[in-house]
């Protein structure tokens, strides 16, 4: 599970984490559940009210799920490997364009990839 301490606007209701904005149209805080398998949200004026309405939501999701035979909860993917053969100048460019967007070769890889994958 994520650390929840590290992500600012974030509160644990029943031991699920929660993302928390403020939505000026409806002049209310919204709440929306974190690593969930679907989509479930509520909505207060107060902290004291995102607590209580975000129990009452989350009750009513896990109970929906298991009416539906639904696993409520993201399964955390598995992490593949594949081996990559390239030319020496290729790697140092590589680490380069890592390093200049201060993230590691392997998830700028995956980034670049995932980009040039939705593009299709």
Request: aromatic share 10%.
């Amino acid at each position: 599970m994520t650390n929840t301490h590290l992500i600012p606007n974030t509160m644990v209701i029943c031991g699920q984490p929660a993302l928390i904005t403020w939505v000026p149209e409806i002049n209310q805080f919204r709440g929306k559940f974190l690593g969930l398998s679907g989509y479930c949200d509520f909505v207060s004026d107060s902290a004291k009210g995102l607590i209580k309405e975000g129990e009452i939501s989350l009750r009513e999701y896990l109970a929906d799920c298991k009416a539906s035979g639904i696993d409520p909860y993201e399964r955390e993917e598995k992490t593949r490997t594949f081996t990559l053969r390239y030319p020496e100048s290729f790697g140092e460019r590589l680490a380069i364009a890592a390093a200049e967007q201060r993230m590691s070769v392997n998830s700028y890889i995956v980034e670049v990839l995932s980009k040039q994958m939705k593009l299709k």
